[in-house]
């Protein structure tokens, strides 16, 4: 009985122990740096804080959703729908939904894939997990509110993807891909309930 226990703990700690597999760059597949260049989104590789420019490309997205969403409803009212058939707030936060569920996927495979060709959990250089994060922060906040909504949204979602109160921090812990992405993915969704305090209060004041 000792021996069988002995063996299992020996098991259990090779397994612990078996560090990730990176994939030699001459071996990687078109699939391989497709994944790498999603989950690092152009800027995971830079020096300094690329988590801060992970959450600096979300917030430059969400703009950039606002802006296509302005276009569609102008084109929409042109072509003789009717502002009432498409309303701003309604669009854009259809079209933010559909940005983070892409995102969020697309980010959740990328990021498995990534963990094994960089060689370790997490990497620093995998950021498409902010860039979600920090998309869902925006998704009750009304357009047009000001820029204090789109500074107080990055300074928020940064201080929970740091901070990791509970249960973000136990996210972590899952496995692949779903452990980068489910972090923040919550840090946003709680950076989002704080917003929708902030803007609420706001409207009331005003």
């Known amino acids: 009985m000792a021996r069988t226990k002995e063996t299992s703990d020996s098991i259990e700690q090779a397994v612990v122990e078996t560090p990730h597999i990176v994939v030699p760059p001459r071996r990687r597949t078109a699939g ?3 994944a790498v260049a999603l989950a690092t989104c152009g800027v995971g590789y830079m020096p300094v804080a690329p988590g801060t420019w992970g959450a600096g490309l979300g917030v430059g997205l969400y703009l950039a959703l606002g ?5 569609v409803v102008v084109n929409a ?3 003789g729908l009717g502002r009432a ?3 701003f707030q309604q ?3 259809a079209l933010l939904l559909v940005a983070i569920i892409l995102v969020s996927l697309g980010g959740t495979w990328a990021a498995t894939r990534a963990e094994k060709l960089l060689g370790r959990k997490d990497p620093g250089a995998v950021v498409v ?3 979600a994060g920090q998309l869902i922060t925006f998704l ?3 357009w047009g509110m000001g820029a204090w909504t789109i500074a107080a949204g990055f300074i928020l979602f940064r201080i929970f993807d740091i901070w990791k109160p509970y249960p973000i921090n136990r996210l972590e812990a899952l496995p692949s891909g779903l452990g980068v992405m489910a972090d923040d993915v919550l840090a946003g969704a709680y950076a989002a309930a704080v917003m929708s305090l902030l803007t609420t209060a706001y409207l009331l004041i005003n």
Do not use: N, R
């Open 77 to 79: 009212a042109t072509a």
């Open 140 to 142: 009750f906040v009304p």
């Open 91 to 93: 669009t854009l936060t």
């Open 32 to 34: 391989d740096y497709a």
């Open 85 to 87: 058939a498409l309303p």
């Open 67 to 71: 802006t296509v969403t302005s276009w």
């Open 129 to 131: 997990d902010e860039v």
